[in-house]
């Protein structure tokens, strides 16, 4: 009995050991992520890609809108709605909103060594080079993939369009098989 005192005493002191251990890696860790995504200026360039891409959305609707004969008031609803789901999303999906949880996100994903070693990237001539022009990268691969995207569009719609022809069918045979089927005449009915 002595023993397994003993044993339990010092499993839970290890236990308690580790707990602390790792809790005093985790604000180093919190504070390595921190540090990382102010070197990454993720604040501006969340603000940035997001103004971007309200501005490729704005332009695809006015392509959208013309190629499909929209009438003025359907493009002006539409570009309304897409504004307001642009400027919700910016709200709500905001840096100061979203901060904390981009912190930890790294801190959880990112050993301290790893942390250390991105950090010290970002620090690098090189990696203040990669921070300041990512923006400016993604708007360009942004744009390549919208030229791609137009480029695939007509597929995109026709397989859409084949899929509602095929609905389409189902329905009708649905609608058919549920007709009750016409009976011949009984006698004395002609």
Not at 46 to 61: D, L, R, T
Not at 79 to 101: F, Y
């Amino acid at each position: 009995m002595k023993r397994m005192f003993v044993l339990f005493v010092m499993c839970s002191t290890l236990a308690v050991w580790s707990v602390s251990a790792g809790e005093q890696k985790v604000p180093k860790r919190i504070a390595l992520a921190e540090e990382l995504l102010n070197l990454m200026n993720m604040k501006e360039n969340s603000e940035q890609s997001y103004a971007m891409v309200k501005e490729m959305m704005s332009s695809q609707m006015g392509k959208f809108n013309q190629e499909e004969n929209a009438s003025v008031e359907v493009s002006s609803a539409a570009g309304k709605t897409m504004d307001e789901t642009m400027d919700l999303m910016a709200q709500e999906l905001s840096w100061d909103k979203m901060k904390e949880d981009y912190i930890n996100l790294y801190a959880e994903t990112f050993t301290e060594k790893e942390l250390k070693g991105i950090v010290d990237f970002y620090k690098s001539p090189a990696g203040r080079a990669f921070s300041k022009k990512g923006p400016e990268l993604m708007k360009k691969t942004m744009e390549l993939s919208q030229g791609k995207m137009t480029q695939i569009m007509p597929k995109i719609q026709a397989i859409h369009l084949e899929h509602r022809k095929q609905r389409a069918k189902e329905k009708e045979k649905k609608k058919e098989a549920s007709k009750p089927e016409s009976m011949p005449p009984q006698e004395g009915e002609k």
